[in-house]
T-cell receptor
Framework: DAKTTQPNSMESNEEEPVHLPCNHS???????IHWYRQLPSQGPEYVIH?????VNNRMASLAIAEDRKSSTLILHRATLRDAAVYYC???????????WGAGTKLIIKP | EPEVTQTPSHQVTQMGQEVILRCVPI?????FYWYRQILGQKVEFLVS????????KSEIFDDQFSVERPDGSNFTLKIRSTKLEDSAMYFC????????????FGPGTRLTVT
């Protein structure tokens, strides 16, 4: 399985944008980039996913590098509720399972 | 908004006992998954299930584990003879299709084996 690399933790101030990086230098052409997050004491929650083009939804934006070897999850205006562990995961269409790394623990300062 | 539910929220059992963890998927979802997370560790994939069959399973999902959809609504994970190392949060997830579709997770069942 293609691996991802994320910083262990990041801090951001409330109401400011947050850019969470993910490196996936061994990504293959059929791998999709998924982001999930896990709030404290909760189950994981889907955030966004994409293949090549940048994607936006109500929760976040996903910026994918042209060579697809890295991506960035963008929270446009962080709130305290966004404090969570964020996971960048690669999946193939034929592969049902999510392979989880350690993720990035996002700390939001009031 | 539809959600995945899991029961019980917390299960305490003695080593060697059988446990059944239950999940009610989102109604139109067809793909079901179990994951577990040992305290302080990564989330780990256990098994995926579609069309009344296991689609994929991990090395963790050995003969002690089984899954079924007994009544067309619940999706269950059975551990036949629990071990201390089975203590973990167990998350059920469902999706409307496999692979690319987002998975929706339940709140989890905390299993404590004593």
């Amino acid at each position: 399985d293609a691996k991802t690399t994320q910083p262990n933790s990041m801090e951001s101030n409330e109401e400011e944008p947050v850019h969470l990086p993910c490196n996936h230098s061994t990504i293959s052409g059929t791998d999709y980039i998924h982001w999930y997050r896990q709030l404290p004491s909760q189950g994981p929650e889907y955030v966004i996913h994409g293949l090549t083009s940048n994607v936006n939804n109500r929760m976040a934006s996903l910026a994918i590098a042209e060579d697809r070897k890295s991506s960035t999850l963008i929270l446009h205006r962080a709130t305290l509720r966004d404090a969570a562990v964020y996971y960048c995961i690669l999946t193939m269409d034929s592969n049902y399972q999510l392979i989880w790394g350690a993720g990035t623990k996002l700390i939001i300062k009031p | 908004e539809p959600e995945v539910t899991q029961t019980p929220s917390h299960q305490v059992t003695q080593m060697g006992q059988e446990v059944i963890l239950r999940c009610v998927p989102i109604s139109n979802h067809l793909y079901f998954y179990w994951y577990r997370q040992i305290l302080g560790q990564k989330v780990e994939f256990l098994v995926s299930f579609y069309n009344n069959e296991i689609s994929e399973k991990s090395e963790i999902f050995d003969d002690q584990f089984s899954v079924e959809r007994p009544d067309g609504s619940n999706f269950t994970l059975k551990i036949r003879s629990t071990k201390l190392e089975d203590s973990a949060m167990y998350f059920c997830a469902t999706s409307s299709s496999g692979g690319l579709r987002e998975q929706y997770f339940g709140p989890g069942t905390r299993l404590t084996v004593t």
